[in-house]
């Protein structure tokens, strides 16, 4: 499976921007994917994670209510919405899936980064002041 994370870029506080991770090989709608963010010098960290079918989601608490993960199994594609976005915000984002494990059909949502199978190369937010 290919992760292909995009849509970071330059924003002003307050701002939006709507990033994208398009997977290539593998069973996309039995993944639970997430969204981790990373600042240089610091350990990964969890943003959000979404279930195979996008009913369940779960965010870290400081961006609840900002940003918003969802899904497109048509597309292959998971996204995450970040509106009023803050200076502590900037980081690279990474994307990720996590298939089933064994005996189960679907791969449940995690907020662990060691449970993920699939790594994106990562696309870069800066939100200035």
């Known amino acids: ?59 870290e608490d400081s961006v609840k209510g900002r940003f918003t993960i969802s899904r497109d199994n048509a597309k292959n594609t998971v996204y995450l919405q970040m509106n009023n976005l803050k200076p502590e915000d900037t980081a690279v984002y990474y994307c990720a899936a996590r298939r089933p494990l064994s005996g189960l059909r679907v791969g449940a949502p995690s907020t662990t980064g060691g449970s993920y199978d699939f790594w994106g190369q990562g696309t870069l937010v800066t939100v200035s002041s």
């Open 1 to 59: 499976v290919q992760l292909q994370a995009s849509g970071g870029g330059l924003v002003q506080a307050g701002g939006s921007l709507r990033l994208s991770c398009a997977a290539s090989g593998g069973s996309f709608s039995s993944y639970a994917m997430g969204w981790f963010r990373q600042i240089p010098g610091k350990e990964r960290t969890f943003v959000s994670t979404i279930g195979s079918d996008g009913g369940i989601r779960y965010y």
